[in-house]
């Protein structure tokens, strides 16, 4: 077990950085390049560990060629994964690859690590059984590990519960192009997370296959993606750490080429720190944010249902603020890396937070002095992310397990010093 100490440098906040690519966008793009008929340019990569699955298998495919600012991909959409896919801990990996492996007659083995197969998958399973593919566990039924190879997939339409995980969507959508009869999805119920199936959709775009979306349903045809030279934006989700700082420190922080992901859903970010005080503008393609007394509301209610991957750091935002907050609409997270309302609760409890679970949501309210404590991430890298900001109000905070940042950001600590200062990391 290794533990977090931080020593952050007193006063507001006068820092310029960049963040990494995003790695939503980034899995995307590699799955359409890998089932071009052509070879594509991918830029802008970044190097966490949920890229570098999808990295890793293109890799032995042998169709993956480095160079200096990025990668080419010899794609063919007949090509067969490799047998086993070991997706570690990456839940968006290893729902994309499970469906790319059903457009193949070889078959394929998803796997993962524990905390991955305890996730559910079973309804993208059921929807590849029910367009044709053949998913046969492995382990316990709607979970890793499974094999999977394509039988003889038409597509058509297909309905499915839009309220569980918008990645079962998107890994449909990314496959149907080479559907004989292309796919049609209706959506059943309230959507989820339905910033992240349009970005599915821009992507495919940039790929040449256009498809058509209304709020209950998906079109995507019949049609071939077309190799291209692409470049990933910079992360939002991962943008709301140094934000989230900036909120709790107050100050000015410049974040550069953030302005080129303004499309994300997780720029929702820039809305919620303005309802906490702060303000920001843009200069060229830069986003700055000035905050000057730090975070101060009397209340705020967020539904966050299209940026969920923000609650954590927000969640670290509210017990700052100055009255009652409520983060809405997001019980589905609770199957994420980790349970993340929960798991964030129990955790800020030990700081002597004020902060609830709600069958939807969470509830806090903020508190100016913390207690010092031993923050466990739970094999969550947004987790450890956000409660590393909380040493910005007390140095004294310790965050357990901190190399789960790999996950998304590797270099997180190092990339923040500016923010968190050195940080010593005792095994």
């Known amino acids: 077990m290794s533990i977090a100490r931080f020593s952050p440098p007193p006063g507001p906040l006068n820092v310029v950085m960049g963040v990494p690519g995003s790695k939503s966008i980034a899995n995307r793009a590699l799955v359409c390049a890998m089932l071009t008929d052509g070879v594509s340019q991918i830029r802008g990569l970044p190097d966490g560990d949920d890229t570098e699955v999808v990295l890793k298998v293109l890799r032995e495919m042998s169709v993956l060629t480095a160079s200096d600012d990025g990668y080419a991909i010899r794609g063919n959409p007949h090509a067969s994964l490799p047998g086993i896919v070991d997706a570690q801990l990456a839940g968006t990996s290893?729902?994309?690859?499970?469906?790319?492996?059903?457009?193949?007659?070889?078959?394929?083995?998803?796997?993962?690590?524990?905390?991955?197969?305890?996730?559910?998958?079973?309804?993208?399973?059921?929807?590849?059984?029910?367009?044709?593919?053949?998913?046969?566990?492995?382990?316990?039924?709607?979970?890793?590990?499974?094999?999977?190879?394509?039988?003889?997939?038409?597509?058509?339409?297909?309905?499915?519960?839009?309220?569980?995980?918008?990645?079962?969507?998107?890994?449909?959508?990314?496959?149907?192009?080479?559907?004989?009869?292309?796919?049609?999805?209706?959506?059943?119920?309230?959507?989820?997370?339905?910033?992240?199936?349009?970005?599915?959709?821009?992507?495919?775009?940039?790929?040449?296959?256009?498809?058509?979306?209304?709020?209950?349903?998906?079109?995507?045809?019949?049609?071939?993606?077309?190799?291209?030279?692409?470049?990933?934006?910079?992360?939002?989700?991962s943008a709301a750490f140094p934000i989230v700082a900036?909120?709790?420190?107050?100050?000015?922080?410049?974040?550069?080429?953030?302005?080129?992901?303004?499309?994300?859903?997780?720029?929702?970010?820039?809305d919620i720190a303005r309802s906490m005080g702060a303000s920001w503008h843009q200069v060229d393609n830069d986003i700055v944010i000035a905050c000057p007394t730090g975070a101060h509301v009397?209340?705020?209610?967020?539904?966050?249902?299209?940026?969920?991957?923000?609650?954590?750091?927000?969640?670290?935002?509210?017990?700052?603020?100055?009255?009652?907050?409520?983060?809405?609409?997001?019980?589905?997270?609770?199957?994420?890396?980790?349970?993340?309302?929960?798991?964030v609760a129990a955790e800020l409890l030990k700081t002597g937070a004020i902060v609830a679970v709600e069958s939807d949501g969470l509830s806090l309210r903020g508190r100016p002095k913390f207690t010092s404590a031993l923050l466990g991430t739970h094999h969550d890298h947004r987790l450890a992310m956000s409660f590393a900001l909380l040493s910005l109000l007390d140095a004294s905070i310790l965050v357990d397990s901190p190399e789960v940042v790999s996950k998304s950001w590797p270099h997180y600590f190092e990339d923040m010093a500016d923010i968190l200062g050195p940080v010593h990391i005792e095994n």
């Open 298 to 343: 009397d209340s705020l209610s967020l539904g966050m249902a299209d940026c969920s991957d923000l609650v954590p750091a927000v969640a670290v935002a509210m017990t700052h603020c100055v009255g009652e907050g409520s983060i809405n609409d997001v019980g589905f997270i609770r199957n994420k890396e980790s349970d993340r309302l929960g798991d």
């Open 94 to 237: 290893s729902r994309f690859l499970t469906a790319v492996a059903a457009l193949s007659h070889t078959f394929t083995v998803i796997d993962g690590a524990e905390p991955l197969r305890s996730r559910p998958m079973g309804d993208l399973h059921d929807a590849l059984v029910q367009l044709g593919a053949k998913i046969e566990p492995l382990g316990d039924p709607g979970h890793l590990p499974v094999s999977v190879s394509g039988g003889a997939i038409t597509g058509g339409r297909i309905s499915m519960k839009a309220d569980v995980s918008s990645q079962f969507v998107s890994a449909l959508m990314l496959i149907a192009p080479y559907f004989s009869d292309g796919l049609t999805i209706e959506l059943q119920g309230p959507q989820v997370s339905s910033s992240y199936i349009a970005m599915t959709a821009r992507v495919m775009a940039s790929f040449g296959v256009s498809v058509v979306m209304s709020e209950h349903r998906i079109e995507v045809p019949h049609m071939r993606y077309q190799p291209c030279e692409y470049v990933v934006e910079p992360d939002f989700s």
């Open 246 to 270: 900036l909120l709790l420190r107050g100050g000015e922080l410049r974040i550069r080429d953030l302005a080129l992901a303004m499309h994300q859903g997780d720029a929702a970010i820039l």
